[in-house]
Nanobody
Framework: QVQLVESGGGLVQAGGSLRLSCAAS????????MGWFRQAPGKEREFVAS??????????YYADSVKCRFTISRDNAKNTVYLQMNHLNPADTAAYYC?????????????????????WGQGTQVTVSS
């Protein structure tokens, strides 16, 4: 069982930055694929970013809308995954959720699908003012 707790959300002006954190419990954290999703009011939950156990290179994926602005990283020693968000704009306003998936392999086309993840945090709100 894995428990995820997000933090770091808040109110920021357009063009600003925030760093979200997700603290995970569970001994197998380092083997889990981790992801960030977001959900705005009245919209479906959408993929933001995902990182494999190494947190770098070919195992990292981003939604087109956040590429070159957001960076996902992880510190396996601290059981924590981060989402650094730069150049924020009002369209980024949403509740942001951390998600974890067990170590079983997954085709890349499924990495952005919320149903591919087994555990979810409670979410942290990010509001970007214009």
């Amino acid at each position: 069982q894995v428990q995820l707790v997000e933090s770091g959300g808040g109110l920021v002006q357009a063009g600003g930055s925030l760093r979200l954190s997700c603290a995970a419990s569970g001994r197998a954290f380092s083997s889990y694929r981790m992801g960030w999703f977001r959900q705005a009011p009245g919209k479906e939950r959408e993929f933001v970013a995902s990182a494999s156990w190494s947190g770098v290179g070919g195992g990292t994926y981003y939604a087109d809308s956040v590429k070159c602005r957001f960076t996902i990283s992880r510190d396996n020693a601290k059981n924590t995954v981060y989402l650094q968000m730069n150049h924020l704009n009002p369209a980024d306003t949403a509740a942001y959720y951390c998600a974890a998936r067990g170590a079983q392999p997954i085709a890349s086309i499924w990495i952005s699908n919320p149903s591919s993840y087994d555990y979810w945090g409670q979410g942290t709100q990010v509001t970007v003012s214009s």
